[in-house]
């Protein structure tokens, strides 16, 4: 079981930059992979950024891609989305999740945490 809890949003301007936190709970942190996901009003919750157990692998959504780095600290048990360039349709609620497998499927993920607000104004 792990359970997380986001943290980092806010309201930013365009062209401006958030980092997002989300910690985990639990000592088996290091065995998970990790992803990112957000969710605008009215639509369905789309992947943002995965990251692999050990890190070495990084995956992201064609939208963010050159814009945003997921990374981790294993030792804080801690997962990072920098996010740099904002744009006005990166409005959401950010997610993180948990799974055994880095994937980009949504449902593969096991365990979410409750979400953080990201809001860029144009």
């Known amino acids: 079981q792990v359970q997380l809890v986001e943290s980092g949003g806010g309201l930013v301007q365009a062209g401006g930059s958030l980092r997002l936190s989300c910690a985990a709970s639990?000592?088996?942190?290091?065995?998970?992979?990790m992803g990112w996901f957000r969710q605008a009003p009215g639509k369905e919750r789309e992947f943002v950024a995965a990251?692999?157990?050990?890190?070495?692998?990084?995956f992201y959504a064609d939208s963010v891609k050159g814009r945003f780095t997921i990374s981790r600290d294993n030792a804080k048990n801690t997962v990072y989305l920098q996010m740099n360039s904002l744009k006005p349709e990166d409005t959401a609620v950010y997610y993180c999740?948990?799974?055994?497998?880095?994937?980009?499927?949504?449902?593969?993920?096991?365990?979410w945490g409750q979400g953080t607000q990201v809001t860029v104004s144009s």
């Open positions: 999740a948990a799974t055994e497998i880095v994937t980009t499927t949504t449902s593969s993920y096991d365990f």
């Open positions: 639990g000592r088996t942190f290091s065995s998970y992979a």
């Open positions: 990251i692999s157990w050990s890190g070495a692998s990084t």
